[in-house]
């Protein structure tokens, strides 16, 4: 951890006092010019702090700035010890974490970016992720499980994504089979899970769990081309501070409550109840997008299945693709 997120982290946990450059500078083991110059570049950075002679240093409001330091103390709260980074930007975290894995990194760890450049989702679509307004986080995991439990984890990421949105936001989120994080009706959040198995031992090497989440609307508006379908957790473009930390760490938080006993599927029932799809018709598509027919819903199996019911009574678990509620 660098000085400057000591001192951040320092004064975070400090809110209602003024902390003294000496004693930060002595709790640090640093000196009193590196602390000037620390709480310089976080003012640069946008945190206001406050510097009063004789009193010190006091934070008096953060921005909505993505900070590893922040993010690992709330998990150490919880007793989860998981090495987090946060880069400015990058083509694709979960590229990024997929070439740690390559050169050899063996240790579980998320990396968060403020933008990406080349954001990916499902089936070679990309995932808008513009500055400022979104999570976009990526986990590099090494389960203890056979390779077919691997889109397991995307069932997972999606129960942990739904709980932790609601609890921030206080409305509620559902989920739309297979992945799709859904408030107010419109999709807020995207998945990927990649991995890497070995066939010599018929397991797992590495996975990595990739999601996007729209915290607000950007200004001006989401792409033409998502316009109609994509929404966000706040509608207000007006940051709010310390949001997107405080959302990072609460999913990770509910993501490892579940990932800890993986493969066990303590997490099905958060995804099944928050399903709206049960009980629903449904349009099954195909991969080129055409339509299969329409069937009925009958409820989700223990490994993810969708369980449907078509017009002529025949009943098919998919396993993957893609369904539309809107009528034919």
């Known amino acids: 951890m660098t000085t400057k997120e000591q001192i951040l982290l320092l004064l975070e946990n400090h809110r209602e006092e003024f902390l003294s450059g000496e004693e930060i500078a002595r709790g640090l083991s ?20 406050r510097a009063v002679n004789n009193k010190g240093y006091i934070l008096q409001k953060s921005p909505d700035v993505l900070s590893a330091a922040f993010i ?26 997929k070439q740690y894995a390559a050169d050899g990194e063996k240790r579980d760890m998320v990396l968060l970016a403020e933008q990406q450049s080349a954001g990916r989702g499902r089936r070679g679509r990309s995932f808008y992720s513009p500055e400022g307004t979104g999570l976009y986080m990526s986990l590099l995991l090494h389960p203890e499980a056979a390779p077919e439990e691997a889109a397991m984890l995307t069932t997972l990421t999606a129960a942990a994504a739904a709980r ?11 989920i739309k089979w297979v992945n799709d994080v859904r408030m107010r009706g419109r999709k807020i959040s995207g998945i990927l899970t990649e991995g890497s198995s070995s066939l010599e031992e018929g397991k797992l090497e590495y996975v990595v769990v990739g ?26 473009h007006t940051p709010r501070e310390n949001l997107r930390n405080c959302l990072a760490a609460e999913f990770l938080k509910n993501f490892m409550e579940y990932y800890r006993t993986f493969p ?10 928050r399903s709206f799809v049960i009980g629903r018709r449904v349009q099954i598509l195909a991969p080129n ?3 299969r027919g329409t069937a ?15 017009d002529d009574g025949r009943v098919e678990y998919l396993s993957s693709g893609e369904i539309s509620i809107r009528p034919e």
Do not use: M
């Not at 640093?30 to 946008?46: D, H, M, N, P, T």
């Not at 690992?72 to 974490?97: H, W």
């Not at 999601?211 to 316009?227: A, D, K, S």
């Not at 009925?296 to 078509?310: F, P």
């Open 30 to 49: 640093v000196s009193r010019a590196g602390v000037w110059k620390a709480i310089k570049l976080l003012q640069k950075e946008g945190y206001a702090i």
């Open 72 to 97: 690992e103390q709330e998990l150490n709260k919880s007793g989860i010890f998981l090495q987090v980074q946060v880069k400015k930007q990058v083509d694709s975290t979960n590229n990024v974490l």
């Open 164 to 174: 932790a949105c609601e609890k921030v936001s206080g409305e509620e989120t559902e």
């Open 211 to 236: 999601i996007g989440i729209n915290i607000y609307e950007p200004e001006g508006g989401f792409p033409e081309e998502v316009r109609e379908v994509a929404g966000a957790v706040f509608a207000s």
């Open 264 to 273: 066990a599927r303590d997490y099905l029932e958060e995804y099944r109840k």
């Open 289 to 291: 997008g055409q339509s």
């Open 296 to 310: 009925l819903v009958l409820g989700i199996d223990d490994s993810c299945h969708l369980k449907v019911q078509y």
